[in-house]
């Protein structure tokens, strides 16, 4: 085989209370790229098409994670990289990471795939850097293992896959505007008091055990962020609005995707997760703000080939 599709997910990063730990993986959005194997070395990107992105590899997200596997393989051949992006950059829904994995998945799957998922996302992390000017893993694991994941370590790497409820979905509206990670990280502060940081962590492990368990109203009960979402709702318009009309018509929970500005409700089934939509479209319609809605399952398979 010299030659793959590719399906790379968007994904939803923190999941409310675990800031660059949690996220999990949608089906319904993602990049479509191609990878196939050249005779002249190196990493090569030669088409894009969606979104004004460097075709230099070492200034493009998905060329930088492909450079850093490209130079752990000893191969006599190069790579060329497609990306048509249907994540918008600085969506909040995982752009940059849905890149990067990718491209690192497409090489591996044609080399007869000599790297685990872990390695993967080992490599990934290097283009991911590139977006977010910081090594975290919070999109990429769960764009590669899919379902839910959580990153119990970066140095040394170490990636936990958490069980989906069945019947669990996600509405995740993007408001079209732009949110740069980096920048977004800039305002958040340096140090948290104690009593916030118990309630963080009690959030994290009790939502652990939810979806372990499948048990919706522990789901609900854990789906809070006391220490990242004040700061970072200031810069996404009728955020509280929205959070308050969702959770009224029936969401387990909301929270801001990744840095933003799409913001997420995870729902019991798929009829309260339509109603969710129509709440959002609800209020963003009155205002001047474009918006994109998607109604999700939750993808337990990850990026995938097409």
Known sequence: MNEIKIFSPATVANVACGFDVLGFCLD???DDMVVRKVEKKGIHIT???????PYEAELNVAGVSALAMYEAIDVDFGFEIEIYKNIKPGSGIGSSAASAVGSVFGMNELIGRPFNKTQLTAFAI??????????????????LFGGFTLVKSVKPLKILEIPSPEDIYATIIHPQIEIKTSESRAILPKEVALTDAISQWANVGSLVHALHTSDYELIKDSLHDVIVEPHRSQLIPHFNEVKTAVLNTGALGCGISGSGPSIFTLNKGLETANKVKEAMESIYSKTDIDFDIHVSPINTEGVKIK
């Open 28 to 30: 319904s959005v993602g």
């Open 126 to 143: 290097k283009g991911e850097a590139l977006a977010s000017k910081c090594e975290h893993a919070d999109n990429l694991a769960p764009a």
């Open 47 to 53: 088409r894009i098409e969606g979104f004004d992105l």
